[in-house]
Nanobody, 124 residues
Framework: QVQLVESGGGLVQAGGSLRLSCAAS????????MGWFRQAPGKEREFVAA????????NYDDSVKGRFTISRDNAKNTVYLQMNSLKPEDTAAYYC?????????????????WGQGTQVTVSS
């Protein structure tokens, strides 16, 4: 059974940092793109960041560019999201996703495995 399990969420003050992790099990994703998305209450799920199979290509939504960094450790079958300079508008449930191809992107439809999410709350 394939599972993606996120961890590292929590409550942090504005300007603070958090590091999210997404551990995959059930199969290796070392040849697959991985991504992070987020969803705030009453809003659609939105793209945050994506990383190609070997980490050579990354892309970010403009709202997090320069503050968030996506990375991966294929030996551990894990992807990370380092979030710095957090803002109240970053408050959301954050979801990890894996796609069927080596190259990811911002569209939800590019991913076919999803985690259950971890809550990030940024207080002002």
């Amino acid at each position: 059974q394939v599972q993606l399990v996120e961890s590292g969420g929590g409550l942090v003050q504005a300007g603070g940092s958090l590091r999210l992790s997404c551990a995959a099990s059930g199969r290796t994703f070392s040849t697959n793109a991985m991504g992070w998305f987020r969803q705030a209450p009453g809003k659609e799920r939105e793209f945050v960041a994506a990383i190609s199979w070997n980490g050579g290509n990354t892309n970010y939504d403009d709202s997090v560019k320069g503050r968030f960094t996506i990375s991966r450790d294929n030996a551990k079958n894990t992807v990370y999201l380092q979030m710095n300079s957090l803002k109240p508008e970053d408050t959301a449930a954050y979801y990890c996703a894996a796609g069927p191809t080596p190259w990811g992107g911002p569209n939800v439809s590019l991913y076919n495995y999803w985690g259950q999410g971890t809550q990030v709350t940024v207080s002002s």
